[in-house]
């Protein structure tokens, strides 16, 4: 991976700015209620509100948990995961969507074409969390930094960052405790770009796909 460069570790400043997010609705975001604070301790705790985030919280619910006891962190500013960072025009999903979407028989959804589009699946996952319960227990711009076990209280110690005000940059820390965590970020949880040279004094247009 010598060729790449992650970029939420580049030493420029204008490589760095490529992670920002260009969809979240910051002055929306900043209005809500925060659902986790410092010090606060949660039965479990979800990384990641992509497919595998989402799907797990509703089987907990399912199994006869309280959506209460479920709290979800996510670093981007909405629900989706791949489907909400990938938004390029004309994207579909390349599996067949009677196969590729969960729980479509609880949800009472017929997916309207067999190739089901970027915008679709996000619709759709946006409404697994409403049916759910599960709108306001998802922490948005919030990075998970550090894990422990901690066996005198029983509980995992999740060191946190959490961004408030314009492009999420006004940061503060965040220790939760949680007696189980689940980890769901997926396969490429940090973006890259390839080490051009000349690429970070590039003065034209730049965005990260």
């Known amino acids: 991976m010598d060729q790449f460069q992650d970029l939420h570790l580049a030493d420029n400043e204008r490589l760095r700015h490529l992670v920002d997010d260009p969809f979240a609705d910051h002055p929306a975001l900043d209005k809500l209620s925060p659902p986790l604070t410092s010090g606060d301790r949660v039965k479990f705790l979800i990384v990641g509100a ?3 985030g989402i799907l797990n919280a509703i089987r907990l619910v399912q199994a006869g948990f309280s959506a209460d006891q479920i709290r979800i962190i996510e670093v981007a500013g ?20 009677y196969i590729y979407l969960p729980m479509l028989e609880e949800m009472g ?3 309207p074409q067999k190739y089901e589009s970027a915008i679709g699946i996000r619709s759709y996952l ?14 948005f711009r919030t990075q998970l930094d550090g894990l422990q076990w901690d066996d005198s209280i029983q509980a995992w110690k999740a060191d946190m960052r959490t961004g408030r005000g314009e492009n999420g940059q006004e ?7 949680a007696e189980f965590v689940f980890l769901t970020v997926g396969l490429f949880p ?8 000349g690429l970070a004094g590039f003065e034209g247009p730049m965005f990260h796909t």
Not at 78 to 97: F, K, Q
Not at 126 to 139: N, Q, R, T
């Open 50 to 52: 992509g497919m595998g």
């Open 78 to 97: 909405g629900i989706g995961g791949t489907w909400y960072w990938n938004r390029y025009p004309g994207l579909h999903c390349d599996v067949e969507a």
């Open 109 to 111: 959804y017929v997916p």
């Open 126 to 139: 946006i409404s697994m969390v409403k049916k759910y319960g599960l709108e306001d227990k998802i922490m």
């Open 171 to 177: 940061e503060s820390i965040l220790r939760v405790n």
């Open 190 to 197: 940090l973006p890259q770009v390839p080490k051009v040279p």
